[in-house]
């Protein structure tokens, strides 16, 4: 079992709709959960990070975290085509150490 | 700049050859990642230091990777001996702390021929 699982889609969403991404992961006493977008041959740039159970939301960004469930999950609201890119999920492992998923690639049609 | 600088952005060499990948962390930030990138892949952890020294090279594929931080800044990744199969954008990311929100480079791209 992979450390870090993600849909790799591509999950499409007319613009103006909600996007969920989904990401779980394997090591029950991880603490601290990421999200990353990534443009097509660019570096992966911090949207959001979580480290409680629940939600927490940033402008049209909400992360969403179950921890029994060993689940994360990233709501985009108000989608825009700006937002078409691949979402990484990442976990902080060991304490220290972060492990990605393979991402979820996003396309937001106008 | 503010952000993490990684040279070169581009590297083409031969097979068998030895590269140098060069990581300049943010101002401050404690710790340093090294991670490599496959095309469609999310990026694979390689090695993290805290300060000068490395807390976890498990993700570093074999003894032809090796990478230093001697002043607890800059970090060079080393790989000798280089083979096809090591090509792949190699991200250098850093945080204040362990365990906290990471900042990445561009990346370097790596080319085997």
């Known amino acids: 079992q992979k450390e870090v699982e993600q849909n790799s889609g591509p999950l499409s969403v007319p613009e103006g709709a909600i996007a969920s991404l989904n990401c779980t992961y394997s090591?029950?006493?991880?603490?601290?959960f990421f999200w990353y977008r990534q443009y097509s041959g660019k570096s992966p740039e911090l949207i959001m990070f979580?480290?409680?159970?629940g939600d927490k939301e940033d402008g049209r960004f909400t992360a969403q975290l179950n921890k029994a469930s060993q689940y994360v999950s990233l709501l985009i609201r108000d989608s825009q085509p700006s937002d078409s890119a691949t979402y990484l999920c990442a976990v902080a492992v060991g304490g220290n150490d972060m492990r990605f998923g393979a991402g979820t690639r996003l396309t937001v049609k106008p | 700049g503010a952000g993490v600088s990684q040279t070169p952005s581009n590297k083409v060499t031969e097979k068998g050859k030895y590269v140098e990948l060069r990581c300049d962390p943010i101002?401050?930030?404690?710790?340093l990642y090294w991670y490599r990138q496959s095309l469609g892949q999310g990026p694979e952890f390689l090695i993290y230091f805290q300060g000068t020294g490395a807390a976890d090279d498990s993700g570093l594929p074999n003894d032809r990777f090796f990478a230093v931080r001697p002043e607890g800044s800059v970090s060079t990744l080393k790989i000798q001996r280089t083979e096809r199969g090591d090509s792949a954008v190699y991200l250098c990311?850093?945080?204040?702390?362990?365990?906290?929100?990471?900042?990445f480079g561009d990346g370097t791209r790596l080319s085997i021929l």
């Open positions: 101002s401050g930030h404690t710790a």
């Open positions: 979580i480290y409680s159970n």
């Open positions: 090591d029950r006493g991880s603490q601290s």
């Open positions: 990311a850093s945080s204040f702390q362990p365990n906290q929100p990471q900042h």
